[in-house]
């Protein structure tokens, strides 16, 4: 099992550019959550999908839409990048058909976007 | 709504040292309560979680967690720091099963020869 995979790995944009950032997981879970790591913050929930067809805002929303294309696969999608959008971006599921927390979350590696 | 506090952005042990990583909690209703760990490079994985029952919690790689209600507190302790315990920690907290999951800043630990 690959367990949670994300493309790319790094992305350096420029202002106004936009891209998609892919995430699939192999392990049938039914949430899928994509958050954003920036120093000194934690961790902070972008959007999430509780099933295949769904989707939800979570902290912090503006400047982002996702797509669950299917069970698999959730992306996220910066339409016009901001230099406030460098960060590293996570991806994460979990067997959750709510997209609640008690259910352990497994993580991707990353991406590290840089907006210039 | 509920948060995590965790005191300390960074700190060092020396190897074979207790450790000892701090988070309070503030929720309305009985928390569950979560730590992960992050390796350099790599994404979170979940150490260990507390949901309901006992307060003691045994996590992964020799970690434990207290859920202390009179204190609002949950620190993650371990008998004897490993070099391969380098990484940031992060508390996280939920009033509910169907809830989102809210991270603390995280605690760099690291590891002393």
């Known amino acids: 099992n690959a367990g949670v995979t994300q493309t790319p790995k790094f992305q350096v944009l420029k202002t106004g550019q936009s891209m998609t950032l892919q995430c699939a997981q192999d392990?049938?879970?039914?949430?899928m959550y994509w958050y954003r790591q920036d120093p000194g913050m934690g961790l902070r929930l972008i959007y999430y999908?509780?099933?295949?067809?769904?989707?939800d805002k979570g902290e912090v929303p503006n400047g982002y839409n996702v797509s669950r294309l299917n069970k698999r696969e959730f992306s996220l999608r910066l339409e016009s990048a901001a230099p406030s959008q460098t960060s590293v971006y996570f991806c994460?599921?979990?067997?959750?058909?709510?997209?609640?927390?008690?259910?352990?979350?497994?993580f991707g590696p990353g991406t590290r976007l840089t907006v210039l | 709504a509920q948060s995590v506090t965790q005191l300390g952005s960074h700190v060092s042990v020396s190897e074979g040292a207790l450790v000892l990583l701090r988070c309070n909690y503030s929720?309305?209703?009985?928390?569950?309560l979560f730590w992960y760990v992050q390796y350099p490079n790599q994404g979170l994985q979940l150490l260990l979680k507390?949901?309901?029952?006992?307060?003691l919690v045994k996590g992964i790689n020799g970690f434990e967690a207290e859920f202390k209600k009179s204190e609002t507190s949950f620190h993650l302790t371990k008998p004897s720091a490993h070099m391969s315990d380098a990484a940031e920690y992060f508390c996280a907290v939920s009033e509910d099963r169907d809830d989102k999951i809210n991270f603390g800043k995280g605690t760099r630990l690291h590891i002393l020869p």
């Open positions: 392990m049938n879970h039914n949430s």
């Open positions: 999908s509780a099933s295949e067809g769904t989707t």
């Open positions: 994460a599921s979990s067997s959750s058909t709510s997209g609640g927390s008690t259910d352990t979350q497994y």
């Open positions: 929720s309305s209703v009985p928390p569950y």
């Open positions: 507390y949901t309901t029952g006992a307060t």
